[in-house]
């Protein structure tokens, strides 16, 4: 059984930057697909970015494309998102999830997700 866990959330001003990381345990992370999704109060579960498992092609969601960098280091089992320019929309929980997918965006084909780490954009 697959077990990610998400760090780095945090407080930042409107411009500010952050990095989360969700480390990968209990095998599986080599043959997987990674995303980063996001929820914000009230809203639904939304895609933010996701990756192949090889690491070599990156997709994000339009609001972040530009602002965030999705990269994985197979090595370590870790992934990480690095968040810049970030402003008051950005504001959720941001969770990594893993799974065997056909489509990175569609967060149904993920199999595993991380607790989650609040995100929280002041203005």
């Known amino acids: 059984q697959v077990q990610l866990v998400e760090s780095g959330g945090g407080l930042v001003q409107a411009g500010g930057s952050l990095r989360l990381s969700c480390a990968a345990s209990?095998?599986?992370?080599?043959?997987?697909?990674m995303g980063w999704f996001r929820q914000a109060p009230g809203k639904e579960r939304e895609f933010v970015a996701g990756i192949w498992r090889s690491g070599g092609m990156t997709y994000y969601a339009d609001p972040v494309q530009g602002r965030f960098t999705f990269s994985r280091d197979n090595a370590k089992n870790t992934v990480y998102l690095q968040m810049n320019s970030l402003n008051p929309a950005d504001t959720a929980v941001y969770y990594c999830?893993?799974?065997?997918?056909?489509?990175?965006?569609?967060?149904?084909?993920?199999?595993?997700w991380g607790q989650g780490t609040q995100v929280t954009v002041s203005s």
């Open positions: 999830a893993l799974g065997v997918v056909d489509d990175l965006y569609r967060r149904s084909e993920y199999e595993s």
């Open positions: 209990g095998g599986g992370f080599r043959r997987n697909a």
